[in-house]
């Protein structure tokens, strides 16, 4: 799974603290191309967060981002807005994803109709992205009539459909078992196989011993990038 040895992305100076007591300190934390990463730790110790404030979703006080940009050309910048180059190219997926209230077909689409994508554009990929998460069926579905492995196919779905390089999965399958956790986890394999940075916040098993995975541990406020 592990593709070219240029870092997709380099974050330094990534920190949390909460009152007197620092969550974690992260010196320097280079993310590796078309890489399937489990991000393992106890609660509490930050992962959410970590992986929040490299969306942008999170305060990223004093980090900075480095990459390499059009023409191989090397862009650096504050996280903090996340730069608009790199909006494009991070996609987040929260534990409980939220569905907006309208089919399952035009929630893949949202991003793409934000883009400003031509329709047929638009169609061809939703098209596609319904296949690949085994949800053409539920295509005119309300959302709250979904199952929760169904919910997080969607969600998976509106999130590939945008073709980010690096995507940040908080728990994939907390909530799932049988068959939806065993789908789940077939599609987050193939979303790696296919040259995309995967971080995933993990406790399960299955996905930690994907073959290939690398995996990164929270604690104690440090972050162990060649945990065994």
């Not at 929260?94 to 089919?103: E, I, V």
């Not at 579905?141 to 929760?148: I, V, Y």
């Not at 940075?197 to 993990?202: F, K, S, Y």
Request: hydrophobic letters at 40%; glycine letters at 8%.
């Amino acid at each position: 799974m592990n593709g070219s040895t240029t870092p997709l992305l380099t974050l330094r100076g990534l920190s949390r603290s909460i009152g007197a007591r620092r969550l974690f300190e992260v010196g320097e934390l280079v993310f590796p191309r078309a890489t399937a990463i489990v991000l393992t730790g106890q609660n509490g110790a930050g992962k959410t967060t970590l992986l929040r404030m490299v969306a942008g979703l999170e305060p990223a006080p004093g980090a900075t981002v480095h990459w390499t940009g059009e023409n191989a050309a090397a862009r650096s910048a504050p996280l903090d807005p996340l730069p608009r180059e790199l909006r494009e190219r991070i996609a987040y997926l929260h534990q409980h994803p939220y569905l907006f209230r309208t089919s399952v077909r035009e929630n893949i689409a949202y991003g793409l109709h934000a883009r400003g994508l031509p329709q047929q554009e638009i169609t061809r990929r939703v098209d596609e992205a319904l296949a690949w998460a085994g949800v053409a069926h539920l295509q005119d579905t309300a959302p709250e009539r979904l199952s929760g492995g169904e919910v997080q196919r969607v969600a998976l779905a509106r999130a590939k459909v945008l073709e980010p390089e690096l995507m940040l999965l908080d728990e994939p399958t907390s909530s799932l078992d049988g068959q939806a956790r065993e789908q789940v986890i077939a599609l987050v394999r193939e979303l790696a196989a296919e040259g995309r940075t995967v971080v995933m916040i993990c406790h399960d098993r299955d996905l930690i011993n994907l073959p290939g995975v690398v995996r990164w541990k929270l604690g104690d406020g440090i972050l162990d990038t060649h945990h065994r």
